[in-house]
């Protein structure tokens, strides 16, 4: 079929093709600025302190508050008011910080960036939880759903250390490998504690007690919270376990060939 009997749409009817050109002519050298800047390795230095530092002292504050709003609930009130009331979502304190915990998941995505332009290893675990944990947040913050309150101060409490680490590590301060293991324990523990809260809620749900929620919300929370578990225990085995023990065998095979140098050298 020949070329000129195809059928025109208007968006191609109207195509400028000779401001196309000319605009190519005058531009197309910018080309080698965007191959470098795919290409290139970026250090991002103090702008990832500065990011980190922000987001620390961000989880510091909402820690503080939540932290302190479910505390004293749960002393005066008991468990099960501190899971399923709502008012976490309209108390005079708590109400700001439920707000900004679900904001931040969107800007939080930067984490991602910072990975991509200093050309370190993206691994499936981190944008997942990004992802997922931004979607889920804004969808249960609509409902205010029961458990909310618990979710929300476990990450911030999390995200508090988390950050601070980074920091600390993007200002160039060696920060002990324990502490890294910690963090990872940390959020294991949360993803754990966060089936626990999940479960307290479906509980009361089906005693006909007033927890508020859904059971597509209990059962995609879930599946998240049990997703992150498998993963984040993935990750702490092969981070932590794996290269422990590869570094030990690399540690002994150098210190084999040392005693094997040495000998020869006495022969």
Same mark, same amino acid.
């Given at each position: 079929?020949?070329?000129?009997?195809?059928?025109?749409?208007?968006?191609?009817?109207?195509?400028?093709?000779?401001?196309?050109?000319? *605009?190519?002519?005058?531009?197309?050298?910018?080309?080698?600025?965007?191959?470098?800047?795919?290409?290139?390795?970026?250090?991002?230095?103090?702008?990832?302190? &500065?990011?980190?530092?922000? &987001?620390?002292?961000?989880?510091?504050?909402?820690?503080?508050?939540?932290?302190?709003?479910?505390?004293?609930?749960?002393?005066?009130?008991?468990?099960?008011?501190?899971?399923?009331?709502?008012?976490?979502?309209?108390?005079?304190?708590?109400?700001?910080?439920?707000?900004?915990?679900?904001?931040?998941?969107?800007?939080?995505?930067?984490?991602?960036?910072?990975?991509?332009?200093?050309?370190?290893?993206?691994?499936?675990?981190? *944008?997942?939880?990004?992802?997922? /944990?931004? &979607?889920?947040? *804004?969808?249960?913050?609509?409902?205010?759903?029961?458990?909310?309150?618990?979710?929300? !101060?476990?990450?911030?409490?999390?995200?508090?250390?988390?950050?601070?680490?980074?920091?600390?590590?993007?200002?160039?301060?060696? /920060?002990?490998?324990?502490?890294?293991?910690?963090?990872?324990? !940390?959020?294991?523990?949360?993803?754990?504690?966060?089936?626990? /809260?999940?479960?307290?809620?479906?509980?009361?749900?089906?005693?006909?007690?007033?927890?508020?929620?859904?059971?597509?919300?209990? /059962?995609?929370?879930?599946?998240?919270?049990?997703?992150?578990?498998?993963?984040?225990?993935?990750?702490?085995?092969?981070?932590?376990? !794996?290269?422990?023990?590869?570094?030990?065998?690399?540690?002994?095979?150098?210190? !084999?060939?040392?005693?094997?140098?040495?000998?020869?050298?006495?022969?």
């Amino acid at each position: 079929m020949s070329v000129l009997a195809l059928q025109e749409y208007e968006f191609e009817r109207q195509f400028n093709e000779d401001e196309a050109i000319r *605009w190519m002519q005058e531009n197309w050298k910018k080309s080698f600025l965007f191959s470098a800047l795919y290409a290139g390795k970026f250090e991002l230095r103090k702008p990832l302190v &500065l990011w980190s530092l922000t &987001l620390a002292a961000f989880s510091i504050f909402g820690a503080i508050r939540t932290g302190s709003y479910m505390t004293f609930i749960l002393m005066s009130k008991g468990l099960k008011q501190s899971v399923c009331d709502q008012s976490f979502y309209n108390g005079p304190v708590s109400k700001f910080w439920a707000y900004a915990f679900v904001l931040s998941k969107a800007p939080e995505l930067g984490d991602t960036l910072f990975i991509v332009l200093r050309k370190q290893k993206l691994i499936f675990l981190h *944008w997942y939880h990004h992802i997922t /944990v931004l &979607l889920y947040s *804004w969808y249960s913050y609509k409902d205010m759903v029961a458990g909310g309150g618990w979710f929300m !101060t476990m990450n911030y409490l999390v995200h508090a250390v988390m950050y601070s680490y980074y920091a600390l590590r993007a200002a160039g301060f060696k /920060v002990s490998r324990k502490f890294a293991m910690f963090i990872t324990i !940390t959020q294991i523990t949360q993803m754990l504690m966060g089936c626990v /809260v999940n479960y307290l809620v479906y509980s009361w749900m089906q005693q006909g007690q007033e927890c508020p929620s859904h059971m597509q919300n209990i /059962v995609w929370s879930s599946l998240m919270y049990l997703s992150y578990f498998v993963l984040f225990v993935q990750f702490f085995y092969e981070a932590y376990i !794996t290269k422990s023990r590869q570094m030990a065998a690399a540690a002994a095979a150098a210190a !084999t060939a040392a005693a094997a140098t040495a000998a020869k050298k006495r022969e």
